[in-house]
């Protein structure tokens, strides 16, 4: 990075600082430092909403899905809309009316306190789980450019997330979300104007896509139902609905955006604004990843996108073979472009298979030299390291500082939340409730703002493992299916039917967890449908416990 780089860089990380400063007066409660007074419009709430969804995962992993693999993983999203649909009109009024700071003080009101209290670990747990990953991810970006090891920059990524999220709270972090979004969107702009140009002469976007849908990267829906395949149409309907329903209805770090909003309506509109622009947005990312796929085939890529792998792998037994394989790999890369460019002029009617044909062997020796890769790093992905490579290496002076400042922005559009959420949640559910039930607000508000610490500690310490979980899109995604299905199933036990009490919530979503344990043990199930198992176990444990012990008490609501 040059000089004008750190100059651009520099000017994002103080106008957020500035940012989250100016709402830092206002956080001197702890109402105002979990949510806000409830004084948010909807349109910062549904901007704050989506620039934690798209986060440095969005930008790093997903473009790299793209890449890798097209367009497919948009089934992935394909139940939000729906969920969000429904949220607006069933759990959100309710949230509306029970003024509560948190999803799980909800649970405690309808069920009891061992119900509020273990939902609140499960959050806790697959939060700080997810925040690991979502501070891993913009690490890579850093470490590459800036030549610091991991974990010098996973230290410097949590630091700065803790600083101004400790100091103003969520009223910061949704201002400072906000500008962060602006920032994302046009980074993303950006990359997509700079990718189109570096095509050759002559080309444009439809040939690209011409590349990607001969090599099926285009293809978006497969209807197969075929329980192990991670990404159709039923698994993101039936599957992604139950995320997006837990993701959004019950997870403290999307539902305290909508405690913080100003009423009914505003909350409303803010889901109803994600609904419409989320599946268009991701599409967007993926197709940065595809066109990437189609810049490459000029622009010669290494066989292996992670320089610190290769340097190690250089160093090791398999050095031989591996020179072997760049070799054929460099053939292979004048071989496709030649056959690209046959088929660009439409002079041969054998160019569309003589094309596939060079592609493919590509692909087998990029698959080959993986292999080799995980003989010296087991379970080794550069998935996540083809993003970060293309910035590096094909950007000028200047944009490669507006690049690193938007994924940075989009780092801490997720990291802030979550740390605010988890601190909110253990503040509120587990220290009032547990520990110091009779404490003083200011003493809670000192609370809060150490637990921010504490958590982004822990954290940063599991970010230094997520390089071992493949694909950071798919990771954050994976971790949050172990639980979201078996916490929904409560939400749904507690506020869709009568029958449930207690005793049932507690034990159904133990068993609920210890379903989807099995049947990620057994495998053959793609991760997606951990959701519907975990929440059918839970609803069915559920109501047969509730009905061998005491009667429900009364809900919230009216319910």
């Known amino acids: 990075m040059g000089n004008l780089d750190w100059t651009l860089f520099g000017l994002y990380l103080t106008a957020i600082a500035l940012v989250g400063a100016w709402n830092a007066r206002a956080s001197h409660s702890t109402r105002a430092f979990f949510v806000a007074d409830r004084s948010i419009p909807w349109w910062a709430v549904g901007l704050s909403v989506m620039a934690t969804q798209a986060s440095a995962i969005t930008f790093i992993g997903t473009t790299g899905k793209g890449y890798v693999d097209g367009m497919r993983f948009v089934q992935f999203y394909l ?150 395949d991670r990404y159709t149409v039923w698994s993101g309907l039936i599957g992604g609905t139950l995320l997006f329903l837990s993701y959004f209805g019950c997870d403290q770090s999307q539902v305290q955006r909508f405690l913080a909003g100003r009423s009914l309506r505003d909350n409303r509109r803010a889901l109803l ?91 087998d020796i990029r698959s080959t030299a993986l292999s080799l890769a995980r003989a010296v790093e087991p379970d080794y992905d550069d998935t996540n390291s083809i993003f970060p490579h293309f910035i590096i290496n094909s950007l000028p002076a200047g944009l490669i500082g507006l690049l690193l400042a938007a994924i940075f922005a989009a780092a801490m559009s997720s990291i802030d939340s979550e740390l605010n959420a988890l601190s909110t ?87 609920g967890m210890g379903a989807v344990a099995l049947a990620d043990r057994l495998g053959g199930v793609a991760w997606l449908w951990l959701n519907p198992i975990g929440c059918g176990a839970t609803l069915i444990a559920g109501l047969v416990i509730s009905a061998a012990t005491k009667r429900p008490r009364g809900s919230v609501g009216g319910k």
């Open 273 to 363: 604004f994600n609904a419409i622009f989320k599946i268009p947005v991701q599409l967007f990312v993926l197709l940065l990843g595809v066109l990437l796929f189609a810049v490459f085939h000029f622009e010669r890529p290494p066989l292996l996108f992670d320089a610190g792998v290769v340097t190690r792998l250089e160093a090791s037994d398999q050095a031989p073979r591996y020179q072997e394989l760049k070799e054929a790999h460099e053939e292979a890369l004048a071989l496709r472009q030649a056959r690209v460019e046959t088929l660009w002029a439409g002079s041969s009617p054998e160019s569309e298979p003589e094309y596939l044909a060079a592609n493919d062997a590509l692909s």
């Open 79 to 228: 139940g939000l809309p729906l969920a969000l649909v429904i949220l607006a009109f069933t759990l959100l009024p309710i949230y509306h009316r029970a003024g509560v700071f948190t999803a799980y003080e909800l649970l405690g009101q309808r069920f009891d306190s061992k119900t509020r209290l273990l939902s609140s670990l499960v959050f806790l747990v697959q939060r700080s789980l997810s925040l690991g990953v979502v501070i891993y991810a913009p690490s890579i970006v850093l470490s590459m450019l800036l030549g610091w090891s991991l974990p010098a920059t996973v230290g410097v990524m949590s630091a700065v997330a803790i600083v101004y999220t400790s100091v103003g709270g969520i009223r910061a972090v949704i201002w400072t979300d906000v500008v962060q979004m602006v920032l994302i969107f046009a980074g993303m702009g950006l990359c997509f104007a700079i990718m189109l140009e570096r095509l050759p002469a002559g080309s444009s976007l439809a040939d690209a896509l011409e590349l990607a849908r001969l090599t099926g990267r285009t293809r978006v829906l497969d209807f197969s139902f075929d329980p192990s």
């Open 425 to 511: 949640t253990t503040v509120v559910d587990v220290y009032r409730s547990h520990v110091r039930p009779d404490a003083t607000d200011r003493h809670y508000l000192r609370a809060a703002r150490l637990f921010t610490l504490v958590w982004g500690a822990l954290a940063a310490t599991f970010a230094l493992y997520a390089a071992r979980l493949g694909s950071v899109i798919e990771a954050v995604n994976i971790i949050g299916s172990y639980f979201y299905g078996s916490l929904l199933g409560v939400f749904i036990l507690g506020f869709g039917t009568r029958r449930a009490n207690g005793h049932g919530a507690f034990f159904g979503l133990l068993a």
